[in-house]
């Protein structure tokens, strides 16, 4: 009794087993009336429980049943599989007469952005591989397994095979291969390529610009970088699971995009270090304060492409988001017309130079020096100390003086003498004064003008028109504050008095007193004599 039973219990186990087999094996009809079946019966007869290549060769019409089209269907899910492409069947449609909506003909294309080149197309009743996809397929094939690596596949055994925590355990052995000869070869690429990137960099003129930190970081940088390219070659001979592979693959594509981002900034700062250099050389400082601009807009840039990337990595129809952006970005623009202005301001500025950082600039009342010049701004320090920030957009329309331009300094005064200088005596001193502008290091020689030019109400007035060539303002004021301490040695030495209108009564002689007016030196060349050994004295002094 109790065999029987144990006869009837094994009977039901093989029958259910038979059943179930039978059930497995009829699971998937193989009939290609629709893209959603061709995908269904190429995909599902390469699993490892369901594993007849020669049913999933099928799906391509020219050459189905026969070896080269197993080779292609094999060849054709490696590809999805090493690209980490994960085949969504509910989003395949199973409309028999599908029409794609870009070429209005019968034709689906499972991953247009990745794969455009692999695509379904409908011959008669039965939807197949084109042709020109058959065609694509090796090709692909070893660009997703460059280096001759295609070849291991052929030695990777096929169908159900035991498992571990869901991974065969050749597929664990290779994992835990390739990250030990990752960490290795991390660790070497590191130490040779530290001492290669720093002769690069090396420059004969300025040997001590890169600080070697930098180096460090990018010799790591790119270490990792060759190590994530090698991870992206050998991973996909392990042929995980799709949905493994589909994350594995896709974290080693973002490390690469934010390693890319990591060197690009490295050697943004590396370029950027040496055109700073560079800018120290020139005249205008507007290059050095062209350098921060210019470095945050090409790391903006680089932010930007791997944005780009990452959401192209997701499948993110970017063209569809700039279009958002730019119909939400149109209220944006209208509310921040005075930024835009200020923008374009700022490129003005830039290209028109009307001023550089540390010129003295005069306009619509606001006087002071440049210190800075930004995106959206202009800072001045006046000469009360305080700060004054400007918008860009208004500076490029008004009428700015730049004081800091010129190549002299005017100054013009008029030398008020007493009205009773005999006139020998203001022909001396004319020519002396003219004789202080040749001599003095800090004066234009090429032009002024030193003549008696008015007779005012309590004065003769003698204009005093000259140019300094100095650099600043306070350079200017210490060659004006020279050239009127020796105009009044020279009046003090020939006796020359400055008249100063005031209302005075003049009495030429009082009882016993005798005159009270001045007595000139009226020997001309008594006083000539003393003006020429003033003025020699004057020129050893600056000569």
């Known amino acids: ?182 960490l290795l070869l991390y660790f070497l690429f590191a130490w040779v390529l530290n001492p290669l990137v720093k002769r690069l960099s090396r420059s004969r003129l300025y040997p001590s610009l890169i600080s070697k930190k930098l180096i460090r970081r990018l010799a790591r940088l790119i270490s990792f970088w060759i190590i994530i390219k090698l991870l992206r070659v050998f991973i996909p001979i392990l042929q995980m699971p799709i949905e493994v592979n589909t994350v594995v693959i896709t974290v080693l594509k973002l490390l690469t995009i934010v390693i890319f981002v990591g060197i690009a900034l490295r050697i943004l700062d590396v370029i950027m270090a040496y055109v700073e250099k560079a800018t120290h050389k020139t005249e205008s400082k507007m290059d050095e304060q062209l350098v921060p601009l210019l470095t945050r807009t090409l790391q903006a840039v680089i932010f930007v492409i791997a944005i780009l990337s990452a959401m192209r990595l997701f499948n993110v129809n970017i063209t569809a988001w700039i279009a958002g952006i730019s119909i939400g970005g149109l209220a944006i623009a209208l509310a921040a017309q005075d930024t835009i202005k200020n923008l374009f301001g700022s490129v003005t500025i830039f290209f028109d130079k009307p001023f550089q950082i540390g010129d003295w600039v005069n306009f619509n009342g606001v006087d002071g020096t440049v210190e800075e010049v930004g995106f959206r701004s202009t800072r001045l320090r006046t000469f009360a100390n305080s700060v ?22 005017r100054y013009s005064t008029k030398l008020a003498i007493a009205y009773d200088t005999p006139p020998h005596l203001i022909e001396q001193f004319i020519e002396g004064l003219k004789e202080l502008v040749v001599h003095h290091p800090d004066t234009r020689k090429d032009y002024y003008e030193v003549h008696l030019n008015e007779m005012s109400a309590s004065s003769l007035d003698i204009l005093f028109y000259i140019f300094f060539s100095v650099k600043d303002w306070s350079s200017e004021l210490k060659a004006k504050h020279d050239m009127l301490l020796n105009i009044l040695r020279l009046a003090a030495k020939i006796g020359v008095r400055f008249a100063y209108p005031t209302s005075t009564i003049h009495i030429e002689e009082f009882p016993g007193n005798g005159k009270s007016s001045p007595n000139y030196n009226l020997d001309a060349q008594a006083t000539e004599a003393e003006m020429k050994a003033f003025l020699e004295a004057y020129k050893q002094k600056y000569n």
């Not at 918008?391 to 300094?409: E, H, Q």
């Open 1 to 182: 009794m109790k065999r029987q039973r144990h006869h009837f219990l094994i009977l039901l186990i093989i029958f259910v087993f038979s059943t179930g087999l039978k059930a497995q094996e009829e699971e998937v009809e193989v009939t290609l009336a629709t893209p959603y079946n061709t995908m269904l019966v190429h995909l599902h007869y390469l699993q490892s429980d369901s594993y007849q290549p020669a049913q999933s060769g099928r799906v391509f019409e020219s050459v189905r049943d026969s070896l080269r089209g197993i080779r292609l269907a094999i060849k054709l899910k490696q590809i999805y599989d090493g690209e980490g492409l994960f085949v969504r069947m509910n989003t395949i449609p199973q409309d028999s007469n599908y029409i794609d909506s870009l070429t209005m003909s019968n034709i689906y294309t499972p991953f247009p952005r990745q794969l455009p080149d692999i695509y379904l197309e409908k011959i008669e009743d039965q939807w197949f591989y084109a042709e020109a996809s058959m065609e694509a397929i090796p090709r692909l094939h070893k660009q997703v397994y460059p280096f001759g690596t295609d070849k291991i596949l052929n030695m990777i055994p096929q169908g159900a095979q035991q498992k571990a925590l869901g991974l065969m355990l050749w597929q664990w052995l290779g994992l835990f291969l390739a990250l030990g000869l990752g």
């Open 388 to 409: 004054v920030y400007v918008p860009n957009g208004k500076l490029a329309d008004m009428v700015i003086n730049n004081y800091g331009l010129r190549v002299y300094r």
